[in-house]
């Protein structure tokens, strides 16, 4: 029985006819949306004997194996001896502008069909009608006649080099399966929870469900995690693994997993999408006329081909692969995802509707998704599902378009217009509506509409119009259960935002779409919390916490009631001061004082610096570069000869996803409770979830804020050998919400005065 590899016809056209250039932009989730409403009006227009959406599919032999091609034609009519297709591709453009050849890949997809259909149904002739339309109903159609023959030598030379390809890809997919079933767990045992961990995510993707895990530091997640996923790919449960992470810390402990796996004999492409910012080859991301992007679908393939030889497809690998064939590295590894086993990147290329990989996300697929760090995600969603337009930037950007282009230039003048939505009294109040802003919403779309019309030369202009035609797409999925209209005044002018505060039912709807999905993290307390944040609270999902692999008495918790809420922090510096000096001095080390703000972190740590110049200390700065960064983590050496204590915030780049294990980091004075700060939003979701009856103040501050704490606390014990101390400063840690929801392997002790601290400090590390 020969192989039958399969291909639908819209990949065959898009296969068989890639060239060109790379554009920035490109369609949106919802224009596909107005795109199949367009579809249905035509349809509905047809004689009653043609056949709207026929499902077509011929398997053709191609040197000894089978090439099935399938689709659905959006039209066609069946007669005696002829056929007629008809294909309708919905644009934003006038359709009146669009030239009978323009885009060759629509031609191909109607040929496609028609040779189809003459196979299927013997016709030895096919009339092609390709329409363009546009949502308003203006359309544009051109007609074309072949005979049988030319259509079916059209469709062989379309379908031989893809087969070709295809049998390259399928190749290693069989090799991948293959060694899939014999795969070992890459370590001689499990520890603590590894197993269960593995398990439970197989069992997710078995049943295409959800998994949420709490599993402490030192489990090993990303090993366990991962090898579940690979077992259930091995079923065929799944068809792609994706690893989703908020840092690139995580990136790499997944690549690492991998090649672990590798050295056993897993046969796996992996590939590691990597912000467009972060792999840009030019100095400054600009998209428009750039030499990787010009000619990009000419020069792609081989490049395509060669990488189906590299098994680990990380940053450095696709960008010599890029520089090698003058591609840009970032829409290379998008298009190498398409191939890839596991697919490592950001939330974003999952959940954000404006990035999210089409392929996997926009429809039902057999995806299996990890989800690292998952605490992350809630806030994330939030943030991917608004839209937010300012004023005070869009005339900042008209001044600047007029002093380019003239005030009178079709962008200023679309600008000019759009801008009195924009604006409001002085002193105007913010505000939260349950209702859209209909009038700005209009606006706002018809300065998308023109002004993505007129293609402008400026990056931060055409920013803008992205970012006003997400702000109308956000406005097609508001819902009061989700949404809130923020106008948030500043110096006269508004920034307008749709604000999801709730994202949990989108997050659910995406979750629903995939093959199964694992969410984990060492901080998911309560877990019924953020089970319901998450989405993974239905019938098919499962909740699973591990207890800590470490033995509990290498950690040392103390905990002081020092008065640190923001009324009492100008008078308690000295002791705050006092507390981290105490624990530098009992046991030389590194260690970390973690505040909740810069703010409060500056204030403190010039104080010490005055009160101890002779003790080595660091702060975090903001706005800190990559390198700035890793010398950062540089200073906290193996085997310190004198303590160094780093000020950093909680919740930043410093306090969570920084791996410093052994003596590395011996410590962390955790001071407050790590409450977000307050602010309008924060204040609307409290108020917006009490309405609910959802626990307004637990969900908007106490249980971000200990999320912050714990994850801080983490770093300190990162395997079985190390020892260390946290100090949490506080007097809120003695109310019983809060002792409810530290770990509860910590062994919390209580200490009045900083003497009992400095020998408590010392009874411990001796
Ligand atoms: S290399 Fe940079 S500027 Fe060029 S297309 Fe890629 S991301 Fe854009």
Same mark, same amino acid.
């Given at each position: 029985?020969?192989?039958?590899?399969?291909?639908?016809?819209?990949?065959?056209?898009?296969?068989?006819?890639?060239?060109?250039?790379?554009?920035?932009?490109?369609?949106?989730?919802?224009?596909?949306?107005?795109?199949?409403?367009?579809?249905?009006?035509?349809?509905?227009?047809?004689?009653?004997?043609?056949?709207?959406?026929?499902?077509?599919?011929?398997?053709?032999?191609?040197?000894?194996?089978?090439?099935?091609?399938?689709?659905?034609?959006?039209?066609?009519?069946?007669?005696?001896?002829?056929?007629?297709?008809?294909?309708?591709?919905?644009?934003?453009?006038?359709?009146?502008?669009?030239?009978?050849?323009?885009?060759?890949?629509?031609?191909?997809?109607?040929?496609?069909?028609?040779?189809?259909?003459?196979?299927?149904?013997?016709?030895?002739?096919?009339?092609?009608?390709?329409?363009?339309?546009?949502?308003?109903?203006?359309?544009?159609?051109?007609?074309?006649?072949?005979?049988?023959?030319?259509?079916?030598?059209?469709?062989?030379?379309?379908?031989?080099?893809?087969?070709?390809?295809?049998?390259?890809?399928?190749?290693?997919?069989?090799?991948?399966?293959?060694?899939?079933?014999?795969?070992?767990?890459?370590?001689?045992?499990?520890?603590?929870?590894?197993?269960?961990?593995?398990?439970?995510?197989?069992?997710?993707?078995?049943?295409?469900?959800?998994?949420?895990?709490?599993?402490?530091?030192?489990?090993?997640?990303?090993?366990?995690?991962?090898?579940?996923?690979? &077992?259930?790919?091995?079923? $065929? !449960?799944?068809? =792609? #693994?994706? +690893?989703?992470?908020? *840092?690139?810390?995580?990136? /790499?402990? @997944?690549?690492?997993?991998?090649?672990?796996?590798?050295?056993?004999?897993?046969?796996?492409?992996?590939?590691?999408?990597?912000?467009?910012?972060?792999?840009?080859?030019?100095? &400054?991301?600009?998209?428009? $006329? !750039?030499?990787? =992007? #010009?000619? +990009?679908?000419?020069? *792609?393939?081989?490049?395509? /081909?060669? @990488?189906?030889?590299?098994?680990?497809?990380?940053?450095?690998?696709?960008?010599?692969?890029?520089?090698?064939?003058?591609?840009?590295?970032?829409?290379?590894?998008?298009?190498?995802?398409?191939?890839?086993?596991?697919?490592?990147?950001?939330?974003? +290329?999952?959940?954000?509707?404006?990035?999210?990989?089409?392929?996997?996300?926009?429809?039902?697929?057999?995806?299996?998704?990890?989800?690292?760090?998952?605490?992350?995600?809630?806030?994330?969603?939030?943030?991917?599902?608004?839209?937010?337009?300012?004023?005070?930037?869009?005339?900042?950007?008209?001044?600047?378009?007029?002093?380019?282009?003239?005030?009178?230039?079709?962008?200023?003048?679309?600008?000019?217009?759009?801008?009195?939505?924009?604006?409001?009294?002085?002193?105007?109040?913010?505000?939260?509506?349950?209702?859209?802003?209909?009038?700005?919403?209009?606006?706002?779309?018809?300065?998308?509409?023109?002004?993505?019309?007129?293609?402008?030369?400026?990056?931060?202009?055409?920013?803008?119009?992205?970012?006003?035609?997400?702000?109308?797409?956000?406005?097609?999925?508001?819902?009061?259960?989700?949404?809130?209209?923020?106008?948030?005044?500043?110096?006269?002018?508004?920034?307008?935002?749709?604000?999801?505060?709730?994202?949990?039912?989108?997050?659910?709807?995406?979750?629903?779409?995939?093959?199964?999905?694992?969410?984990?993290?060492?901080?998911?307390?309560?877990?019924?919390?953020?089970?319901?944040?998450?989405?993974?609270?239905?019938?098919?999902?499962?909740?699973?916490?591990?207890?800590?692999?470490?033995?509990?008495?290498?950690?040392?918790?103390?905990?002081?009631?020092?008065?640190?809420?923001?009324?009492?922090?100008?008078?308690?510096?000295?002791?705050?001061?006092?507390?981290?000096?105490?624990?530098?001095?009992?046991?030389?080390?590194?260690?970390?004082?973690?505040?909740?703000?810069?703010?409060?972190?500056?204030?403190?740590?010039?104080?010490?610096?005055?009160?101890?110049?002779?003790?080595?200390?660091?702060?975090?700065?903001?706005?800190?570069?990559?390198?700035?960064?890793?010398?950062?983590?540089?200073?906290?050496?193996?085997?310190?000869?004198?303590?160094?204590?780093?000020?950093?915030?909680?919740?930043?780049?410093?306090?969570?996803?920084?791996?410093?294990?052994?003596?590395?980091?011996?410590?962390?004075?955790?001071?407050?409770?790590?409450?977000?700060?307050?602010?309008?939003?924060?204040?609307?979701?409290?108020?917006?979830?009490?309405?609910?009856?959802?626990?307004?103040?637990?969900?908007?501050?106490?249980?971000?804020?200990?999320?912050?704490?714990?994850?801080?606390?983490?770093?300190?014990?990162?395997?079985?050998?190390?020892?260390?101390?946290?100090?949490?400063?506080?007097?809120?840690?003695?109310?019983?919400?809060?002792?409810?929801?530290?770990?509860?392997?910590?062994?919390?002790?209580?200490?009045?005065?900083?003497?009992?601290?400095?020998?408590?400090?010392?009874?411990?590390?001796?």
């Amino acid at each position: 029985m020969p192989k039958i590899h399969s291909v639908s016809v819209r990949a065959l056209a898009e296969f068989a006819t890639e060239k060109g250039s790379l554009f920035p932009g490109g369609g949106s989730y919802a224009r596909m949306k107005e795109g199949v409403r367009g579809h249905r009006a035509l349809q509905e227009l047809l004689p009653f004997n043609w056949q709207p959406e026929l499902p077509v599919s011929r398997d053709l032999e191609i040197d000894g194996q089978i090439l099935r091609v399938h689709g659905r034609a959006d039209a066609a009519f069946i007669g005696d001896g002829l056929v007629c297709v008809l294909e309708i591709k919905t644009t934003v453009k006038n359709p009146s502008v669009i030239l009978k050849y323009d885009y060759p890949a629509h031609w191909a997809q109607a040929e496609i069909y028609a040779a189809l259909l003459c196979l299927n149904h013997n016709a030895a002739a096919a009339q092609v009608k390709l329409t363009y339309a546009r949502v308003d109903g203006k359309t544009n159609s051109f007609t074309e006649d072949y005979d049988a023959d030319t259509l079916i030598r059209l469709l062989m030379g379309y379908a031989r080099p893809f087969m070709d390809w295809i049998v390259a890809v399928d190749a290693g997919r069989e090799k991948t399966e293959l060694t899939l079933q014999t795969l070992p767990f890459p370590y001689d045992t499990y520890r603590e929870g590894q197993r269960e961990m593995a398990q439970a995510v197989f069992r997710a993707m078995k049943r295409s469900g959800g998994a949420l895990i709490e599993a402490p530091t030192g489990i090993g997640k990303t090993a366990a995690s991962l090898y579940g996923a690979l &077992k259930a790919l091995g079923k $065929g !449960c799944v068809t =792609a #693994i994706f +690893y989703l992470t908020a *840092r690139t810390t995580g990136r /790499r402990a @997944a690549e690492d997993a991998l090649d672990r796996m590798r050295k056993t004999g897993l046969s796996l492409r992996s590939v590691t999408i990597t912000a467009k910012e972060k792999c840009c080859l030019l100095e &400054k991301v600009d998209c428009m $006329g !750039c030499p990787h =992007a #010009i000619g +990009y679908y000419d020069r *792609r393939r081989p490049a395509l /081909r060669e @990488a189906l030889a590299i098994q680990r497809l990380d940053a450095d690998a696709i960008r010599e692969l890029a520089v090698d064939h003058e591609l840009c590295p970032f829409e290379l590894s998008l298009d190498l995802s398409e191939t890839a086993d596991v697919i490592i990147c950001d939330y974003n +290329y999952a959940f954000d509707p404006r990035v999210r990989l089409k392929r996997y996300f926009d429809a039902k697929s057999k995806a299996g998704l990890l989800v690292d760090e998952a605490h992350n995600l809630s806030d994330r969603a939030r943030e991917m599902l608004s839209a937010s337009l300012s004023g005070w930037r869009l005339d900042i950007l008209r001044k600047q378009v007029e002093r380019t282009e003239g005030a009178d230039s079709p962008m200023a003048r679309l600008m000019e217009e759009l801008l009195p939505h924009l604006k409001c009294d002085a002193d105007a109040e913010p505000e939260a509506n349950s209702d859209l802003p209909k009038a700005l919403v209009e606006a706002v779309k018809r300065f998308a509409e023109a002004a993505g019309e007129l293609q402008s030369a400026e990056p931060e202009v055409r920013d803008f119009i992205f970012e006003a035609q997400w702000f109308v797409n956000v406005s097609k999925r508001f819902d009061t259960d989700s949404y809130r209209a923020l106008l948030l005044p500043r110096d006269g002018f508004l920034t307008a935002r749709l604000w999801c505060y709730d994202p949990s039912k989108h997050l659910k709807r995406a979750l629903e779409r995939v093959g199964g999905a694992a969410l984990f993290s060492a901080t998911l307390a309560p877990m019924y919390f953020y089970a319901q944040q998450l989405g993974v609270d239905g019938d098919n999902d499962e909740s699973l916490r591990l207890e800590s692999p470490f033995p509990r008495e290498n950690l040392g918790v103390y905990r002081l009631a020092v008065p640190v809420s923001l009324r009492e922090r100008e008078r308690t510096v000295h002791a705050v001061a006092q507390v981290i000096h105490a624990m530098t001095g009992a046991h030389v080390g590194n260690y970390l004082a973690c505040f909740p703000s810069y703010a409060y972190m500056t204030q403190v740590f010039r104080y010490y610096r005055g009160l101890y110049p002779g003790d080595a200390a660091v702060c975090q700065q903001q706005h800190m570069t990559e390198v700035q960064r890793m010398g950062f983590i540089d200073r906290f050496m193996p085997a310190p000869e004198r303590s160094l204590v780093a000020f950093i915030v909680l919740g930043g780049v410093f306090a969570e996803g920084v791996d410093l294990p052994g003596d590395r980091l011996s410590g962390a004075a955790i001071v407050s409770t790590g409450m977000p700060q307050i602010s309008f939003e924060r204040e609307k979701l409290r108020e917006l979830l009490d309405d609910a009856d959802e626990g307004g103040m637990d969900a908007a501050y106490t249980y971000p804020g200990l999320r912050r704490v714990l994850q801080a606390a983490g770093r300190v014990i990162r395997t079985e050998t190390d020892r260390g101390v946290v100090v949490l400063m506080d007097t809120r840690y003695r109310q019983p919400n809060y002792r409810a929801l530290l770990p509860e392997h910590w062994e919390v002790r209580d200490v009045k005065k900083l003497s009992g601290l400095k020998e408590a400090l010392e009874r411990f590390w001796q």
